[in-house]
């Protein structure tokens, strides 16, 4: 018989219903779900009202999202399931550069540029030369790898946060010696989004919201596997509280400030600026 089930018997008997599906990887996912949600509530025993907020909560983190907001990816991201997921899937990094999160700014299609363009259209701040060559594993350089950037300005917002122009985001490829290079804004640490559910969420636990300084890199090369990852600034307060769990040492580097006079491609600045520089391998 398959009914009068109590507190100590419901979970078997859910079990066993999702033991039937068809696809095994289906079956396992769905075994799992059912017993941790079930130990989830076992522990927590919920009353009806906090199990109503729980419903609520994830409600308005669904009607959060449009084309330009995600929530759930945010949810994830600050709840440290994105870089679980990232840290399984790279558990044998064998000399390739450490990945962390995509996190929900990237946009598909960015403005191309030629190498040495600058790319921060309307974003104003101090300048920052960014430099960087791609190579395999063995140290050859790969030609032509696509370097897809994007990164928030001197007050912490991206280019889709607000209206206008696409700015400090470019896609560039590697010349002959797998060199890349770009002009843009140092960008400064921001909080995530954090007038939504996902705020309410951060403040109830008693965290910040904020994200050290970076700039993200997506570097795609035939017959390799996609690097997605950021630069971080070396010395920023927040590398040791990213709201979202992203930071690796080997992924922190200077943002190095200098007085006005010639910048590594040779260009004669009049006023102080940054450089930073990074080499990448890929798997
Ligand atoms: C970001 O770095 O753009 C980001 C990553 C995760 C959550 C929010 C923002
Ligand atoms: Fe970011």
Redesign the pocket.
């Known amino acids: 018989m398959m009914r009068n089930f109590d507190e100590f018997t419901i979970t078997e008997a859910v079990l066993e219903r999702v033991a039937s599906a068809p696809d095994p990887r289906m079956r396992q996912i769905g075994e799992a779900l059912v017993r941790h949600l079930h130990a989830f509530v076992r522990e927590v025993e919920p009353t009806q009202a906090e199990w109503a907020a729980g419903i609520d909560f994830l409600t308005r983190t669904g009607q959060m999202c449009d084309d330009k907001r995600q929530e759930f ?2 949810l994830s ?1 600050t709840l440290g399931v994105s870089m679980l997921v990232d840290a399984i899937n790279h558990r044998r990094p064998e000399g390739a550069t450490e990945t962390t ?1 995509l ?3 990237y946009v598909q299609g960015p403005p191309e540029f030629e190498c040495g363009a600058d790319i921060s259209g309307a974003m104003t701040g101090l300048k920052l030369h960014v430099a960087g060559t791609v190579a395999t594993l063995d140290g050859s350089p790969i030609a032509d790898a696509v370097v897809d950037v994007w990164h928030a300005d001197a007050e912490g917002g ?1 280019d889709v946060q607000r209206p206008g122009d696409p700015a400090g985001r470019a896609r560039l490829r590697t010349d002959a010696a797998g060199r890349f290079q770009f002009w843009t804004t140092r960008p400064c640490s921001y909080p ?1 989004p954090h007038d939504g559910p996902v705020g309410q969420m951060l403040a109830l636990q008693g965290r910040h919201p904020y ?1 050290p300084a ?1 700039v ?1 890199f997506m570097i795609a090369a035939p017959g390799h596997e996609t690097l997605v990852t ?1 630069v971080f600034a070396a010395g920023d307060e927040y590398l040791d509280s990213d709201v ?1 769990f ?1 930071v690796k040492d080997s992924i922190i580097r200077p943002y190095t400030e200098h007085p006005p006079g010639t910048a590594p491609d040779g260009s004669v600045m009049g006023e102080r600026y940054a450089t930073l520089s990074y080499d990448f391998r890929l798997k």
Request: no cysteine; glycine share 14%; aromatic share 14%.
């Open positions: 990816i945010l991201d999160v996190g929900p700014f991206y995530v994200r970076h993200h950021h979202v992203g």
